[in-house]
């Protein structure tokens, strides 16, 4: 039964599985006034059934993005693969913000091993990739209540 975040025929296993891949993760949050921070997403774990996403933020204890999460937990995160510029972008609120786990720590390197390999084919050296992952991570899970395709092209800002 589904009772939170949007319907899991919203988020097919063919999305799922995009989403899970090496794909590049900006999230963005946002203060009182508004204005925008991004910081890098890292390891997304979807849950289709539940309508969650889990993921982990580099960005330090004290960073604008974490203060945003915990003044009002509005989130949006936008996962684009870059050989194709298909991107797809997933918007809600954060009910959990916490430091990661060892799964989660696992599941962040897997996703950058898939990135290095992702980007390795637009002409990213390896050694370059990994240094997109820096600064400390904490994990987040967003209650998923909007998707949209982001791709370039006439179908860009359309809910899925």
Not at 16 to 28: E, K, P, R
Not at 33 to 54: C, Y
Not at 88 to 97: A, F, I, R, S
Not at 128 to 143: C, K, P, Q
Request: glycine share 8%; with cysteine.
């Amino acid at each position: 039964m589904h009772t939170r975040g949007v319907p899991s025929s919203r988020l097919s296993d063919e999305l799922v599985a995009f989403l899970q891949s090496g794909l590049a993760i900006v999230v963005a949050t946002r203060d009182e006034k508004l204005a925008p921070e991004i910081a890098r997403g890292w390891g997304l774990e979807v849950d289709a059934d539940a309508g969650t996403a889990t993921l982990c933020i580099a960005a330090p204890p004290d960073s604008r993005s974490r203060s945003n999460l915990e003044a009002n937990a509005a989130l949006a995160v936008t996962c684009s693969r870059p050989s194709t510029y298909r991107t797809v972008q997933l918007k809600g609120t954060v009910d959990e913000l916490r430091e990661p786990s060892e799964r989660q720590l696992a599941s962040v390197r897997r996703h950058l091993e898939a990135f290095v390999d992702e980007v390795g084919t637009v002409g990213v050296p390896p050694e370059g990739a990994r240094t997109f992952l820096s600064g400390e991570l904490f994990s987040v899970r967003l209650d998923v209540r909007e998707v949209y395709d982001q791709t370039p092209g006439p179908q860009a800002g359309e809910r899925l």
